[in-house]
């Protein structure tokens, strides 16, 4: 039982980063779904090597701003 001071012990644990990095995982994977239904959408022309060329770009572009 507790005595009134502050002990980390008792406290539930909180992954934070893991949780961080889970939603940006889950954030990235939704915005290229995204990105691929635009592409599709809106650039119907792209052959099949245009249209994953600029999807890899979009995956780097958003890799590199969410470190």
């Known amino acids: 039982m507790s005595d009134g001071n502050f002990n980390r012990a008792l406290l539930p644990h909180t992954p934070y ?3 961080l ?3 940006k ?3 990235s994977m939704h915005a290229i779904e995204a990105f691929k239904d635009y592409l599709a ?3 119907p022309e792209l052959d099949n090597e245009s ?3 600029r999807l890899e770009d979009f995956r780097q572009l958003l890799s590199n701003r969410l470190r």
């Open 17 to 19: 980063q893991s949780g």
């Open 21 to 23: 990095k889970a939603g």
């Open 25 to 27: 995982a889950m954030g």
């Open 41 to 43: 959408k809106f650039h």
């Open 51 to 53: 249209f994953l060329q």
